[in-house]
């Protein structure tokens, strides 16, 4: 049975750093691409970094560029996503997810994701 599960959210002030984790069972991760996405109220589920099975093949959007950093230990079959200098904006309910056998670069797509975890709340606020 294959299960992501995360962790490392919860309330911080603006302008401060999380570092979100997600560990796999039942897959072997080192064959996957995993993505991070955020889910706000109200909006649409959306990606914010990804990374590959090479992880010098990463993606981000606009609005985690040079903020965030997303990294993987195979052995550790975890995923990391660092958050820095983060703002209100940047709430929401994250969530990683793994694509099999991707292509080189990561996909910012959701929908070729084939197993997501449960998500993890992050809050910041004054």
């Known amino acids: 049975q294959v299960q992501l599960v995360e962790s490392g959210g919860g309330l911080v002030q603006p302008g401060g750093s999380l570092r979100l984790s997600c560990t796999a069972s039942g897959l072997i991760l080192e064959r996957y691409a995993v993505g991070w996405f955020r889910q706000a109220p109200g909006r649409e589920r959306e990606v914010v970094a990804s990374?590959?099975?090479?992880?010098?093949?990463?993606y981000y959007s606009d609005s985690a560029k040079g903020r965030f950093t997303i990294s993987r230990d195979n052995a550790k079959s975890t995923v990391y996503l660092q958050m820095n200098s983060l703002t209100a904006d940047d709430s929401g309910v994250y969530y990683c997810?793994?694509?099999?056998?991707?292509?080189?670069?990561?996909?910012?797509?959701?929908?070729?994701?084939?197993?997501w975890g449960q998500g993890t709340q992050v809050t910041v606020s004054s």
């Open positions: 997810a793994a694509d099999y056998l991707p292509a080189a670069t990561p996909s910012p797509l959701a929908q070729v994701y084939d197993y």
């Open positions: 990374i590959g099975r090479n992880p010098i093949n990463t």
